[in-house]
């Protein structure tokens, strides 16, 4: 029998949870239904420059810039609160660092800079040459981005603050298909893992660290 304060927590969270479902199952359907060059062709169809503006904003909410200060501003606040985000921060990077180097490298997980069926496509529109082209799964980004955004629900006493958090986690993982940094399958992908990663630690530490 599950423990209480495990259902009790599902039940208070479920609007950030069920964004999370939602955004991993969309993107397993059309992951599952559609080769990734088609999809990432389809999502190449929304390119213009204001989309690019917001969406090279809205990625580097799951870089070091402001996860870092976000840390140090917990840690201040509540030690408990910022360990555990920054556990769940540090487990998941190196997770996701595991399967880029070491399990997922050959040239089928290449970056759609590093597909040709893309580059010689002369109707895909590119931001930049400058992309990465390789370690294409799962995508750090996401995995950073949800797991930030899902321990701060998990830990923010007003939950209606979780649908906010989960919502800028999905366009984060949606903005680095749209930036042609990762393939749908990726940022889904990375959403699990980032998601996983953060409630697995948070109820494992829920009653030892006193977690709200």
């Known amino acids: ?24 199952l969309i993107g397993l359907a059309f992951s599952l239904g559609f080769d990734k060059n088609d999809l990432q062709l389809r999502v190449n169809i929304l390119f213009h420059p204001i989309g690019n503006l917001i969406f090279g904003l809205i990625t580097r909410l799951a870089e070091g810039w402001f996860t870092f200060p976000l840390l140090l501003f917990l840690f201040i606040k509540n030690w408990r609160n910022g360990f555990y985000v920054g556990l769940s921060y540090g487990v998941s990077s190196l997770v996701v660092q595991i399967l880029k180097q070491v399990v997922f490298t050959g040239y089928e997980f290449n970056r759609p800079l590093g597909t040709p069926v893309l580059l010689k496509n002369p109707d ?79 109820f494992a530490l829920k009653k030892p660290l006193k977690l709200n």
């Open 1 to 24: 029998m599950l423990p209480l304060y495990f259902l009790k927590t599902i039940k208070q969270n479920i609007a950030a949870f069920s964004v999370i479902i939602f955004f991993v």
């Open 124 to 202: 895909y529109q590119w931001l930049s040459e400058e992309l990465p082209k390789y370690n294409s799964f799962p995508s750090g980004h996401t995995t950073t981005a949800f797991c930030i955004f899902l321990s701060l629900a998990l830990i923010t006493p007003n939950k209606k603050w979780g649908v906010v958090y989960m919502f800028i986690a999905a366009l984060v993982g949606f903005s680095r298909t749209y930036l042609s940094c990762h393939f749908i399958k990726d940022i889904t992908a990375g959403a699990f893992l980032g998601a996983i990663s953060s409630a697995a630690l948070y």
